[in-house]
Protein backbone atom coordinates (compact mmCIF):
# COMPACT_ATOMS: atom_id res chain seq x y z
CA UNK A 1 0.00 0.00 0.00
CA UNK A 2 1.19 3.40 -0.93
CA UNK A 3 0.93 6.63 1.46
CA UNK A 4 0.30 9.76 -0.48
CA UNK A 5 0.12 12.79 1.21
CA UNK A 6 0.38 15.47 -1.58
CA UNK A 7 -3.10 16.69 -3.41
CA UNK A 8 -0.63 16.63 -6.96
CA UNK A 9 1.01 13.25 -6.35
CA UNK A 10 -2.90 11.24 -5.17
CA UNK A 11 -4.17 13.37 -8.66
CA UNK A 12 -1.08 11.88 -10.45
CA UNK A 13 -0.61 7.87 -8.90
CA UNK A 14 -4.86 8.01 -10.08
CA UNK A 15 -4.41 8.90 -13.49
CA UNK A 16 -1.67 6.61 -13.87
CA UNK A 17 -4.07 3.75 -12.77
CA UNK A 18 -6.90 5.09 -14.77
CA UNK A 19 -4.41 5.04 -18.08
CA UNK A 20 -3.48 1.64 -17.56
CA UNK A 21 -7.19 0.65 -18.13
CA UNK A 22 -7.71 -0.09 -14.30
CA UNK A 23 -10.65 1.33 -12.22
CA UNK A 24 -10.32 3.64 -9.21
CA UNK A 25 -12.35 2.91 -5.63
CA UNK A 26 -12.36 5.79 -3.48
CA UNK A 27 -13.07 5.88 0.83
CA UNK A 28 -13.20 8.85 1.84
CA UNK A 29 -12.94 8.97 6.34
CA UNK A 30 -12.32 10.69 9.03
CA UNK A 31 -9.80 7.71 10.54
CA UNK A 32 -10.27 5.96 13.70
CA UNK A 33 -11.33 3.01 11.11
CA UNK A 34 -13.69 0.89 12.33
CA UNK A 35 -15.18 -2.69 10.51
CA UNK A 36 -18.07 -0.12 9.10
CA UNK A 37 -15.40 2.19 7.05
CA UNK A 38 -13.53 -1.61 6.22
CA UNK A 39 -16.47 -2.69 4.70
CA UNK A 40 -16.52 0.49 2.68
CA UNK A 41 -12.92 -0.79 1.78
CA UNK A 42 -14.23 -4.42 0.81
CA UNK A 43 -17.16 -2.95 -1.34
CA UNK A 44 -14.42 -0.43 -3.43
CA UNK A 45 -13.07 -3.34 -3.92
CA UNK A 46 -15.23 -5.41 -5.31
CA UNK A 47 -16.26 -2.78 -7.32
CA UNK A 48 -12.94 -1.27 -8.56
CA UNK A 49 -9.40 -2.38 -9.49
CA UNK A 50 -7.85 -0.25 -7.43
CA UNK A 51 -8.81 1.15 -3.72
CA UNK A 52 -7.84 4.91 -2.09
CA UNK A 53 -8.70 4.92 1.17
CA UNK A 54 -8.52 9.02 2.53
CA UNK A 55 -8.13 10.26 6.13
CA UNK A 56 -8.75 13.46 6.52
CA UNK A 57 -10.60 14.65 9.76
CA UNK A 58 -12.07 17.73 8.08
CA UNK A 59 -12.36 20.90 10.51
CA UNK A 60 -14.60 22.89 8.34
CA UNK A 61 -17.68 20.22 9.00
CA UNK A 62 -17.55 20.69 12.87
CA UNK A 63 -19.29 23.32 14.65
CA UNK A 64 -18.17 25.45 17.34
CA UNK A 65 -19.83 22.81 20.15
CA UNK A 66 -18.63 19.86 17.98
CA UNK A 67 -16.00 17.45 19.26
CA UNK A 68 -13.41 18.47 16.57
CA UNK A 69 -10.51 18.41 18.85
CA UNK A 70 -11.64 14.85 20.68
CA UNK A 71 -12.39 13.49 17.58
CA UNK A 72 -10.63 10.04 17.92
CA UNK A 73 -7.40 9.31 15.59
CA UNK A 74 -4.78 6.23 15.67
CA UNK A 75 -2.81 6.86 12.51
CA UNK A 76 -0.96 3.70 12.80
CA UNK A 77 -3.29 1.44 13.71
CA UNK A 78 -5.91 2.98 10.20
CA UNK A 79 -2.00 2.23 8.45
CA UNK A 80 -2.30 -1.56 9.14
CA UNK A 81 -6.07 -1.71 9.14
CA UNK A 82 -6.59 -0.58 5.39
CA UNK A 83 -3.62 -2.18 4.57
CA UNK A 84 -4.50 -5.34 5.93
CA UNK A 85 -8.08 -4.83 4.38
CA UNK A 86 -6.67 -4.69 0.95
CA UNK A 87 -6.42 -1.12 0.43
CA UNK A 88 -3.62 -0.03 -2.28
CA UNK A 89 -3.79 3.59 -1.53
CA UNK A 90 -3.91 5.89 1.69
CA UNK A 91 -4.38 9.66 0.93
CA UNK A 92 -3.19 11.22 4.21
CA UNK A 93 -3.31 15.07 3.48
CA UNK A 94 -2.64 17.86 5.76
CA UNK A 95 -5.10 20.83 6.95
CA UNK A 96 -2.40 23.01 5.52
CA UNK A 97 -2.48 21.22 2.09
CA UNK A 98 -6.31 20.87 1.93
CA UNK A 99 -7.06 24.17 3.47
CA UNK A 100 -3.62 27.03 2.56
CA UNK A 101 -6.29 29.33 3.16
CA UNK A 102 -9.91 29.46 4.99
CA UNK A 103 -12.06 28.48 1.66
CA UNK A 104 -14.29 31.26 0.94
CA UNK A 105 -15.99 29.56 -1.93
CA UNK A 106 -18.39 26.34 -0.62
CA UNK A 107 -20.94 23.94 -2.04
CA UNK A 108 -24.10 24.75 -0.43
CA UNK A 109 -26.34 21.74 0.04
CA UNK A 110 -29.56 23.91 -0.40
CA UNK A 111 -32.81 22.33 1.45
CA UNK A 112 -31.74 18.88 1.31
CA UNK A 113 -30.26 20.16 4.44
CA UNK A 114 -33.47 21.46 5.88
CA UNK A 115 -34.36 18.99 8.10
CA UNK A 116 -32.87 15.97 9.84
CA UNK A 117 -29.44 16.78 11.05
CA UNK A 118 -29.01 20.21 8.96
CA UNK A 119 -30.73 22.25 11.13
CA UNK A 120 -29.46 21.12 14.61
CA UNK A 121 -25.73 20.86 12.83
CA UNK A 122 -25.61 24.49 10.81
CA UNK A 123 -22.83 24.60 8.21
CA UNK A 124 -21.98 21.43 8.72
CA UNK A 125 -22.83 19.57 5.35
CA UNK A 126 -21.30 22.82 3.69
CA UNK A 127 -18.38 21.94 5.49
CA UNK A 128 -18.59 17.46 3.55
CA UNK A 129 -19.61 18.59 0.24
CA UNK A 130 -16.60 21.43 0.31
CA UNK A 131 -14.04 18.96 1.37
CA UNK A 132 -16.00 16.07 -0.30
CA UNK A 133 -16.21 17.68 -3.71
CA UNK A 134 -11.88 18.46 -3.30
CA UNK A 135 -11.09 14.74 -2.38
CA UNK A 136 -13.17 14.00 -5.60
CA UNK A 137 -11.05 16.22 -7.67
CA UNK A 138 -7.94 14.98 -6.12
CA UNK A 139 -8.37 11.39 -6.38
CA UNK A 140 -10.99 11.60 -9.71
CA UNK A 141 -12.49 7.96 -8.70
CA UNK A 142 -14.79 6.32 -10.69
CA UNK A 143 -16.74 4.88 -7.79
CA UNK A 144 -16.97 6.41 -4.20
CA UNK A 145 -18.54 4.67 -1.17
CA UNK A 146 -20.35 6.02 1.46
CA UNK A 147 -22.06 4.86 4.35
CA UNK A 148 -25.98 4.28 4.47
CA UNK A 149 -25.34 5.02 8.48
CA UNK A 150 -24.84 9.32 7.08
CA UNK A 151 -28.22 8.69 4.91
CA UNK A 152 -28.65 12.23 4.82
CA UNK A 153 -25.16 12.92 4.10
CA UNK A 154 -24.84 9.90 1.34
CA UNK A 155 -28.01 11.25 -0.70
CA UNK A 156 -26.72 15.31 -0.45
CA UNK A 157 -23.20 13.86 -1.65
CA UNK A 158 -25.09 12.05 -4.57
CA UNK A 159 -27.08 14.49 -5.36
CA UNK A 160 -23.83 17.56 -5.36
CA UNK A 161 -22.20 14.78 -8.00
CA UNK A 162 -25.05 14.88 -9.77
CA UNK A 163 -26.01 18.91 -10.28
CA UNK A 164 -22.40 19.39 -10.61
CA UNK A 165 -21.80 16.51 -13.20
CA UNK A 166 -18.77 15.04 -10.93
CA UNK A 167 -17.75 12.23 -13.57
CA UNK A 168 -18.07 9.87 -10.16
CA UNK A 169 -20.56 6.92 -9.36
CA UNK A 170 -22.02 7.28 -5.24
CA UNK A 171 -22.49 3.77 -3.92
CA UNK A 172 -24.02 4.00 -1.16
CA UNK A 173 -23.14 0.46 1.17
CA UNK A 174 -25.89 -0.45 3.86
CA UNK A 175 -24.99 0.01 7.36
CA UNK A 176 -22.58 -2.36 9.24
CA UNK A 177 -24.27 -3.16 13.13
CA UNK A 178 -23.15 -4.77 16.10
CA UNK A 179 -24.88 -7.99 17.25
CA UNK A 180 -27.46 -6.40 19.44
CA UNK A 181 -27.88 -3.98 16.27
CA UNK A 182 -26.09 -0.77 17.56
CA UNK A 183 -25.18 1.20 14.38
CA UNK A 184 -20.82 1.18 13.72
CA UNK A 185 -19.68 4.79 14.19
CA UNK A 186 -16.29 6.51 15.73
CA UNK A 187 -18.29 8.21 17.99
CA UNK A 188 -19.04 4.90 19.61
CA UNK A 189 -16.26 4.83 21.94
CA UNK A 190 -17.21 8.03 23.57
CA UNK A 191 -19.84 5.54 25.19
CA UNK A 192 -19.03 4.48 28.65
CA UNK A 193 -20.34 0.97 29.98
CA UNK A 194 -23.90 1.66 30.85
CA UNK A 195 -24.38 3.97 28.03
CA UNK A 196 -23.45 1.58 25.68
CA UNK A 197 -26.08 -0.89 26.86
CA UNK A 198 -28.59 1.72 26.19
CA UNK A 199 -27.49 2.70 22.96
CA UNK A 200 -29.07 -0.33 20.76
CA UNK A 201 -32.35 1.04 21.76
CA UNK A 202 -31.80 3.31 18.94
CA UNK A 203 -31.71 0.41 16.36
CA UNK A 204 -34.47 -1.08 18.16
CA UNK A 205 -36.60 1.72 17.70
CA UNK A 206 -36.30 2.07 14.49
CA UNK A 207 -37.27 -2.03 13.75
CA UNK A 208 -40.53 -1.11 16.05
CA UNK A 209 -41.48 1.64 13.56
CA UNK A 210 -40.64 -0.78 10.73
CA UNK A 211 -42.69 -3.84 12.54
CA UNK A 212 -45.71 -1.01 13.37
CA UNK A 213 -45.15 -0.04 9.41
CA UNK A 214 -45.39 -3.82 8.22
CA UNK A 215 -48.74 -4.26 10.33
CA UNK A 216 -50.45 -1.32 8.57
CA UNK A 217 -49.46 1.88 10.53
CA UNK A 218 -49.47 5.18 7.88
CA UNK A 219 -49.86 7.97 9.60
CA UNK A 220 -46.47 9.38 10.73
CA UNK A 221 -46.71 10.88 13.79
CA UNK A 222 -48.01 7.56 15.17
CA UNK A 223 -44.51 5.86 13.53
CA UNK A 224 -42.13 8.52 14.98
CA UNK A 225 -44.01 7.63 18.62
CA UNK A 226 -42.49 4.35 17.90
CA UNK A 227 -38.97 4.62 17.86
CA UNK A 228 -39.64 7.63 20.46
CA UNK A 229 -41.21 5.30 23.33
CA UNK A 230 -38.50 2.62 22.87
CA UNK A 231 -35.47 5.64 23.51
CA UNK A 232 -38.02 6.89 26.35
CA UNK A 233 -37.43 4.02 27.92
CA UNK A 234 -33.71 4.46 28.75
CA UNK A 235 -33.21 7.43 30.99
CA UNK A 236 -29.56 7.91 29.13
CA UNK A 237 -30.87 8.87 26.20
CA UNK A 238 -31.55 12.13 25.54
CA UNK A 239 -33.24 12.49 21.81
CA UNK A 240 -32.49 15.28 19.91
CA UNK A 241 -35.06 13.95 16.81
CA UNK A 242 -36.79 11.60 14.60
CA UNK A 243 -38.38 11.87 11.33
CA UNK A 244 -39.73 10.42 8.90
CA UNK A 245 -38.78 11.65 5.11
CA UNK A 246 -39.07 11.24 1.28
CA UNK A 247 -35.30 9.74 0.85
CA UNK A 248 -34.49 11.25 -2.08
CA UNK A 249 -35.98 15.25 -1.54
CA UNK A 250 -35.27 14.64 2.45
CA UNK A 251 -38.48 16.46 3.24
CA UNK A 252 -41.15 15.25 5.80
CA UNK A 253 -43.21 12.93 3.97
CA UNK A 254 -47.46 13.33 4.45
CA UNK A 255 -48.16 10.12 3.01
CA UNK A 256 -46.11 7.16 3.93
CA UNK A 257 -44.14 4.56 1.77
CA UNK A 258 -42.03 1.70 2.18
CA UNK A 259 -39.06 3.80 0.94
CA UNK A 260 -39.61 6.40 3.25
CA UNK A 261 -36.36 7.57 5.27
CA UNK A 262 -37.33 7.04 9.16
CA UNK A 263 -33.78 8.97 10.99
CA UNK A 264 -33.41 9.78 14.47
CA UNK A 265 -30.26 11.57 16.43
CA UNK A 266 -29.77 10.93 20.34
CA UNK A 267 -27.09 11.91 22.71
CA UNK A 268 -25.77 9.56 25.17
CA UNK A 269 -23.56 11.50 27.99
CA UNK A 270 -20.94 12.89 25.40
CA UNK A 271 -21.77 10.81 22.75
CA UNK A 272 -23.87 12.53 19.50
CA UNK A 273 -25.40 8.87 17.57
CA UNK A 274 -27.68 9.09 14.33
CA UNK A 275 -29.21 5.91 12.93
CA UNK A 276 -31.65 5.59 10.34
CA UNK A 277 -33.47 2.82 8.16
CA UNK A 278 -35.66 2.64 4.99
CA UNK A 279 -39.11 2.33 6.81
CA UNK A 280 -40.14 -0.96 4.48
CA UNK A 281 -36.98 -2.64 5.24
CA UNK A 282 -35.87 -2.24 8.93
CA UNK A 283 -32.54 -2.92 10.18
CA UNK A 284 -33.25 -6.36 8.27
CA UNK A 285 -31.52 -4.73 5.13
CA UNK A 286 -28.09 -3.94 6.86
CA UNK A 287 -24.83 -5.86 7.86
CA UNK A 288 -25.09 -7.69 11.12
CA UNK A 289 -21.98 -8.35 12.97
CA UNK A 290 -22.32 -11.96 14.84
CA UNK A 291 -21.81 -11.88 18.49
O1 LIG B 1 -18.45 10.56 6.86
C1 LIG B 1 -17.36 11.08 7.12
O2 LIG B 1 -16.51 10.47 7.78
C2 LIG B 1 -17.06 12.50 6.65
O3 LIG B 1 -18.18 13.31 6.70
C3 LIG B 1 -16.43 12.55 5.25
C4 LIG B 1 -17.37 12.04 4.18
C5 LIG B 1 -15.15 11.73 5.23
C6 LIG B 1 -16.07 13.99 4.89
O4 LIG B 1 -15.17 14.55 5.80
Same mark, same amino acid.
Given at each position: ?????????????????????????????????????????????????????????????????????????????????????? @??????????????????????????? &?????????????????????? $???????????????????????????????????????????? &????????????????????????????????????????????????????????????????????????????????? $?????????? @?????????????????????
Amino acid at each position: MIEISDPQQMRAWSRAVRSSGQTVGFVATMGYLHEGHLHLIDRARERTDQVVASIFVNPIQFGPQDDLLRYPRDLEHDRAAALQRG @ADCLFVPDESVMYPSPPLVRVAPGSLA &DHLCGPRRPGHFEGVLTVVIKL $LHIVEPDVAVFGRKDAQQAVIIGRMVADLNVPTEIDVAPTLREA &DGLAMSSRNVYLTEEERRAAPALARGLDAAHRAFQSGTRDPEALIAAVRQCLAAEPEIDTEYVELVDQRSLQPVTSVTADA $LLAAAVHLGS @ARLIDNIILGEGTAADIRLKG
